[in-house]
């Protein structure tokens, strides 16, 4: 009997890019049984809630969800579903991974990181006030329990993919305190672990390392908001947005999703890049230990992007999100 995953199609390129990965899921003998929600503002539009509680309540019944970006609205509005996600399903590993493709953007060759962001607190805890009229607040929160927990789960993962070591990058000379305590936890977690090399960069000095030498470094690990910058800054290294996925691990459940938003400027236009979310759906496959499906996939993305040299546009080439789909799936087929 095939497995039951939930499904969030997202909005804006969304629904194009998931029912890609969806397709070739299964082209590459990855059958499963989606339940399929609307989140965000298309939630909203029907009444219902931008999380309702049975996306939930599906997502800890099947443990998997694979999701398309949702957008979130700028300056009010709902909370973004993203964070809720996070929060409500305590996703508190964000794993990012950022390799070059040899022959996509040989701008930086040899890159090859794992980005671990802790997902659930920081400046994301959306704690906010008005202090008096023209002075607002946002809190960020750092706790032990939360530092240590994304810490450990850095140091495993180094131990189960053969990484050798983990940078944690802070701003301790400035917040002692809050990136103080996240800097504690982290030396503290990583004496349990002598295998594996542990050291800290200052953030703003890191993003200039990534720039000049990102070759040095292995694995780094971030609170949620450096997380999120230095991210997106990684996919910029090894192809942009179009191809950097990502997955949000908790102790019962696990989200897997693109790095890049709903890409409004080019929604319903049909020249999306859907391999962010079909190498996304390579690390859900991993995560089920469907190792041969997943590697299916990954040698049909390899062969189309690089040797066919068939492209979305983002890419610089001239391919519809259907047509370079088509060729994935050709691809898989033949092999
Ligand atoms: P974005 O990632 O949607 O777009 C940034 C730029 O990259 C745009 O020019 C877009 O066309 C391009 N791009 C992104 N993905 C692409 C793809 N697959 N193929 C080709 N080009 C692609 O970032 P932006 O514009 O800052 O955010 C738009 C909305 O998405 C916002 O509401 C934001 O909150 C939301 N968002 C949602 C995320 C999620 O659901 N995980 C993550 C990031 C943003």
Not at 181 to 190: G, M, S, T
Not at 192 to 206: F, K, L, Q, V
Not at 247 to 252: D, K, L, R, T, V
Request: include cysteine; aromatic fraction near 6%.
């Amino acid at each position: 009997m095939s497995k039951t995953l939930t499904l969030l199609p997202g909005d804006g390129i969304g629904p194009e890019v998931s029912s890609a990965a969806v397709q070739v899921l299964k082209a590459a003998g990855a059958e499963f049984e989606w339940e399929s929600f609307v989140v965000g503002a298309e939630a909203v539009e029907k009444n219902l809630p931008p999380l309702p509680d049975r996306v939930l309540e599906s997502i800890r019944r099947n443990g998997v969800c694979l999701k398309g970006p949702v957008t979130t609205p700028v300056g009010k509005g709902f909370r973004s579903i993203n964070v809720l996600l996070r929060q409500e399903l305590e996703l508190y590993a964000n794993v990012r991974p950022a390799k070059s493709i040899p022959g996509l953007d040989d701008r930086f060759p040899g890159v090859d990181l794992v980005i671990i962001r802790e997902n659930t607190e920081g400046l994301y805890s959306g704690i906010e006030h008005q202090v008096v009229p023209g002075v607002m607040e946002s809190l960020k929160i750092i706790s032990a329990k939360a530092s240590t927990r994304v810490a450990k789960f850095a140091f495993e993962y180094a131990r189960s993919n053969g990484r050798r070591r983990v940078t944690a990058v802070h701003k301790a000379n400035i917040m002692k305190l809050s990136d103080g305590l996240f800097l504690d936890c982290f030396r503290e977690v990583a004496e349990g672990y002598p295998d594996i090399e542990a050291d800290d960069r200052i953030i703003d000095n890191m993003c200039m390392q990534l720039v000049m030498h990102p070759q040095r470094y292995d694995m780094l690990l971030l609170e949620n908001l450096y997380g999120d910058i230095v991210s997106d800054l990684a996919a910029g290294l090894v192809g942009g947005l179009g191809v950097a996925a990502g997955a949000n691990i908790g102790e019962e459940s696990a989200v897997f999703e693109a790095v890049h938003g709903s890409a409004p400027d080019i929604a319903g236009q049909g020249v999306a890049n859907p391999t962010a979310l079909m190498r996304s759906s390579i690390l859900m496959l991993r995560h089920l230990d469907m190792r041969d499906e997943a590697d299916r996939i990954a040698r049909a993305l390899r062969n189309v992007v690089v040797d066919q040299q068939i492209r979305t546009r983002d890419l610089g080439g001239d391919a519809s999100t259907v047509q370079f789909t088509e060729a994935i799936i050709r691809h898989i087929e033949s092999a």
